[in-house]
């Protein structure tokens, strides 16, 4: 495994301690994890990238090395702690990427802070809407790339806190990734996972998968970087849609064989780190 630098803390307005990983000088690269995912497992982003630019992975409450208060677990509370996260740090033109839930939690902040602070956008791997209602056409199922349909995202939020957590989780994982990564990395990511307490991430699934970002998408004036895989559990028609109406935005698709699944960034994270490299020294 790749060396990871020591964890910082820092206490939000609600009396939180949130934790992040820091490395590197240059342009900021601050770098969101998915749901019940952790800033650790940007490890190739550190080892790769830290030598150009100042790289930054905040764990999220609940997940990773932050703390687990019994509250917060919202997309909107979530935003709110990487806008008082980058006041803390004092941080100005980034670039933010947002990995799965990440992204959403960056659409938060562009929809309550617009642009501030921020110079592009990494959109990496996450649709639009998770959930849509029942009167929406098939057509804006694809667009939006809907995964949890009603009776689905229910059965998936009870998963995760009984009748086995953990294997549950296990496979919900296992389907994120593929064979091309090891089985000691299978299980890495499984222990990263069950760090945030299944009833939490129970909490949040839900609250997250309610969220539309669709009317977000048009006003984002930011270069943009949009980043999928062809066998994603996310459908890469919903990244194209998301592409398609952000204005100047670029569309990355990796092939299966390429690293093309939900996890880009452990997969090929050669290719994964050269695109960012190369968006951020060009755009």
């Known amino acids: 495994m790749n060396t990871l630098p020591d964890h910082s803390s820092f206490k939000t307005s609600d009396g939180v301690e949130l934790a992040w990983l820091e490395s590197g000088s240059g342009p900021t690269l601050l770098m969101l994890p998915g749901w019940s995912q952790s800033a650790a497992m940007f ?13 930054i992975a905040l764990d999220h409450r609940g997940h990773g090395e932050s703390e687990r208060p019994d509250h917060g677990y919202r997309i909107s509370r979530l935003a709110c702690d990487v806008r008082e996260f980058i006041e803390f740090r004092g941080l ?37 809407v998770l ?57 890495w990511i499984l222990a990263e996972n069950l760090k945030f307490p299944r009833k939490h991430a ?48 670029r569309l990355e698709i990796f092939e299966e064989k390429r690293g093309g699944h939900h996890f880009a960034f452990l997969e090929n994270p050669v290719r994964f780190n050269k695109l960012i490299a190369e968006f951020i020294s060009q755009s």
Request: proline content about 5%; charged content about 20%; some cysteine.
């Open 202 to 249: 129970a909490t949040l699934l839900f609250n997250h998968s309610l969220q539309d970002w669709r009317d977000v998408m048009p006003r984002i004036d930011l270069p943009t970087l949009i980043i999928t895989g062809k066998a994603s559990v996310v459908p890469w028609r919903s990244q194209a849609w998301i592409h398609s109406v952000i204005t100047g935005s």
């Open 92 to 128: 100005r033109d980034i670039t933010m990427l947002g990995h799965s839930m990440g992204a959403s939690v960056m659409w938060g902040y562009w929809d309550s802070y617009g642009g501030d602070r921020l110079a592009r956008l990494v959109i990496d791997d996450e649709p639009s």
């Open 43 to 55: 490890r190739e982003q550190f080892a790769g990238l830290s030598d150009r630019f100042h790289c």
């Open 131 to 187: 959930t849509l209602k029942g009167t929406e056409s098939k057509q804006a199922a694809t667009d939006a790339g809907e995964i949890f349909p009603w009776t689905t995202l229910v059965e998936t939020c009870d998963g995760l806190v009984a009748p086995d957590p953990i294997g549950f989780t296990r496979g919900m994982i296992e389907n994120m990734l593929s064979d091309q990564l090891s089985a000691d990395i299978h299980e």
